[in-house]
Structure formats: structure tokens, C-alpha cells
């Protein structure tokens, strides 16, 4: 039913529904989902007397007298009286004939605005309307805003939306489990939608924005983990287990010149014990420069490659790659690793060795750019992609090496 598209239900012009369209709402669902930017307080109804110039003031009394006329400079001009148990202040509005048709004479009304001193006398200039009624939504309250666009305000959003709340917020489904609402003392999904754009005060604004944005990370942590879950069920059957040496990995630790930290020890353990698995390993490894990421790197290549397997490292620029190339070599030529660079300023001859390489499984390990993901570069059995500065490539890059 939140599906329904609001071209059916709602009583606008084909105009509007084109601006609602631009804004990204097209169904009931998208009308409810626009949460409010920002809120305004005009619980505070002032009486007349109490009211203050230049700053906004939010007050109730029986309009009348209204008169309207042209002024010298071609404004349309129209004035009014409200008068309070306290007294009666004049209002006036520029360029709006059609208030003395949206408000009948003699009606109580509530008016926002702000009040101005000139030529001797005081007026409330141009302020926001709204006739009394049971339950007030654009006065009188804590007032939502919206992100607007032209020909669609904050006031018409409000208009529009509050019956709709009415209506249909109760057709929310709550998904998440009775269980983890109590633990983090979280408000069910359907009030806390209506709460966010007419809430009964601060505290229910917040208590809304707590359980909406408690829904907003667990469904972007839930996607992430449905997705790797998905990914590693496919990959199940492909073999990617890996043998690990652990002489060879115990030999590599005890030439190096310096000894591991705890950091460098737990995340090497945890890589290897990945690679082991039969699902394929997604790892961030981060750490300041100088923390020795590329030692622990070295370490999964120096696994994968003895095991039968190819590594590739993509750098995002061909100095940072050569200086991959030249600390990988260092630490892995010892061990009878084969290790090539690539990059857009490789020779084509050069190249074309390398890719040789690559695909008759010679080629333990190829460091290089974005050029490690042309359509002529292919692996015979490529078992580790190492991105470094992955924020630095595009999402298909990371992908078409994946």
C-alpha cells in the first residue's frame, strides 16, 4: 500500500507532483521517508501587548477590518486588524490578494511574524497564517521545515503530508525484533515517522532521530554483511583455499631486520588465517605511513605465492607503485619469488613479456597502476589483489580487479 503512487491520492496539480517527483518522492512511502531539515519553535503564543519589534513573534486574536488598495508603487497591499484581551495590532501583506479570501472575516487566527516600526506606528508585516483548529501544523507547535523547491514550500509539504501521516504511518512495517527495541530502548519505526516531521516536543524529536538513525546504520551494515555473504556463498565452490607454509612465513619474519610489533603480529595471523579459508578474504588493512602495512603485506604474498597462487598490487601512482615494486623485491626476491612492475609507462615490448608472464603463471607477483585492470592483462590463477589507497580508484576499478 506505501507503494501507491501519490498521483492517486492526493489532491494537486500534475504541476506539483512533477516538483514532488524532482525532490525524489513519487509514493506514499517517499512522502513519509522526507524528514524534516530543521525545525522552528512557535509554541509560544505572545498576547499583543507582550510582543516584541524584530524578532519573531507568534500570536492569536480575531481578525477583521480587512481593506485592500494599490500602493504608490504598484504593490498590492492588504491590511487588517487582530485584536487580543490586550489590545490590536495592525497587519498588513504585500502582494497576496488572495488572503481575504483564505481567511474569512471575524475568524481566529494565529499569525508568525515579525513586527516593524514606521512612520510612526507599528505593523506586523506579512506573516505567516493559520487559522485555529483542533490540532494546529504550521503554528503553535514545533513547526517542521522541509528542503524546498519552486512551487513547493514548507507550508504547502505540511499541508500535504500531515494527512497522509494520519492515514498511512500506521502501515509502516516494523522489522526490526521486539528484542533488540528494548535493549536500546528504541521507539517502534511508525511513531517514531510520524514523531520526526510533527513531534510533541525535544524529546520525542529526539527519540525519533535515535530510532531512525539506529535503522540507517544497521541497514547499511546489514547490506554490507548480506552482500559479503552472498559474494563468499558463490565463491565457495571455487577452491580458494590456500596451503600455508609456515616455515617459510617463519623464516621470512626471522630475516627481517627489525622485529614485528603485536599490531603487525595480529593482523598478519589474521590475513593468513583468511587466506586458509575456503571463502575469499575482503580485509582493510589501515595504519598511519610507517606502520609497517607493507611488511604485513608481504607476508600474505609471500603465503600466497607459495602456495601455487598469483598476487597482484595496484598502486594508484606510478611512484607509489615503483616504491612498492622496490621494498616487495628486497623482501621476497630472496625467497625465489618472481616479481614485475606495470604501469602506462611500461613499453609495449616490455608489456607484452610481462602479460606472458601473467598468463602462463611465471609471474609470482605484478605491482602496478590502473594498468593491472586493461583487457588484455589476465592471470592464470590469481589468488590475492592487494589495493593500496583504495579511496583513490573508482568502485568499478576495485571491482574488475575483485
Not at 15 to 41: A, M, Q, V
Not at 132 to 140: L, V
Not at 303 to 314: F, R
Request: aromatic share 8%; net charge positive.
Amino acid at each position: 500500500m506505501l507503494q501507491t503512487r501519490l498521483k492517486d491520492i492526493l489532491r494537486t496539480t500534475g504541476k506539483h507532483l512533477k516538483k514532488l517527483e524532482f525532490l525524489g518522492i513519487s509514493t506514499i512511502r517517499d512522502f513519509l521517508l522526507y524528514f524534516p531539515r530543521t525545525y522552528t519553535d512557535s509554541r509560544e503564543i505572545r498576547r499583543i501587548i507582550d510582543m516584541k519589534i524584530d524578532e519573531p513573534n507568534v500570536i492569536k486574536g480575531r481578525i477583521s477590518s480587512f481593506f485592500s488598495r494599490k500602493t504608490k508603487n504598484g504593490k498590492f497591499m492588504t491590511r487588517a486588524l487582530l485584536t487580543d484581551e490586550t489590545g490590536s495590532i495592525e497587519v498588513i501583506w504585500f502582494n497576496q490578494p488572495h488572503i481575504t479570501r483564505m481567511i474569512p472575516n471575524g475568524s481566529t487566527v494565529i499569525l508568525t511574524g515579525k513586527l516593524k516600526y514606521s512612520f510612526g506606528k507599528i505593523s506586523m508585516i506579512s506573516p505567516a497564517y493559520e487559522i485555529e483548529k483542533k490540532e494546529q501544523i504550521h503554528s503553535g507547535r514545533i513547526v517542521p521545515v522541509y528542503h524546498e523547491t519552486e512551487g513547493i514550500s514548507s507550508k504547502w509539504m505540511r499541508e500535504k503530508l500531515k494527512p497522509i501521516i494520519d492515514d498511512w504511518a500506521s502501515e509502516i512495517v516494523e522489522y526490526m525484533l521486539e528484542e533488540i527495541l528494548k535493549r536500546h530502548k528504541l521507539m517502534p519505526l511508525s511513531e517514531a515517522v510520524k514523531e520526526i516531521h510533527f513531534p510533541e516536543n525535544e524529546t520525542q524529536i529526539e527519540k525519533a532521530r535515535a530510532r531512525l538513525a539506529f535503522d540507517e546504520l544497521f541497514l547499511i551494515q546489514f547490506k554490507a554483511l548480506k552482500k559479503r555473504w552472498e559474494w563468499q556463498r558463490v565463491a565457495e565452490n571455487q577452491k580458494c583455499a590456500l596451503e600455508i607454509d609456515g616455515s617459510v612465513i617463519k623464516e621470512f619474519v626471522e630475516r627481517l631486520p627489525f622485529k614485528l610489533t603485536k599490531a603487525q603480529e595480529r593482523t598478519a595471523k589474521e590475513i593468513l588465517q583468511d587466506l586458509s579459508r575456503k571463502h575469499p578474504m575482503s580485509r582493510l588493512v589501515q595504519g598511519d605511513v610507517g606502520s609497517g602495512k607493507t611488511v604485513v603485506a608481504a607476508i600474505g604474498i609471500l603465503a600466497t605465492t607459495k602456495s601455487g597462487k598469483q598476487v597482484a598490487l595496484m598502486a594508484p601512482t606510478e611512484i607509489l607503485a615503483k616504491q612498492h615494486y622496490k621494498t616487495l623485491s628486497e623482501l621476497l626476491i630472496p625467497f625465489g619469488i618472481n616479481i614485475q612492475f606495470i604501469s602506462g609507462s611500461t613499453t609495449k615490448k616490455q608489456k607484452k613479456e610481462i602479460i606472458k608472464q601473467m598468463k602462463t603463471g611465471t609471474c609470482d607477483l605484478v605491482v602496478g597502476t590502473h594498468a593491472l585492470i586493461q583487457e588484455e592483462i589476465g592471470f592464470k590463477n590469481l589468488g590475492l589483489a592487494i589495493v593500496d589507497e583504495q579511496h583513490r580508484f573508482g568502485v568499478k576499478q576495485r571491482s574488475i580487479l575483485k
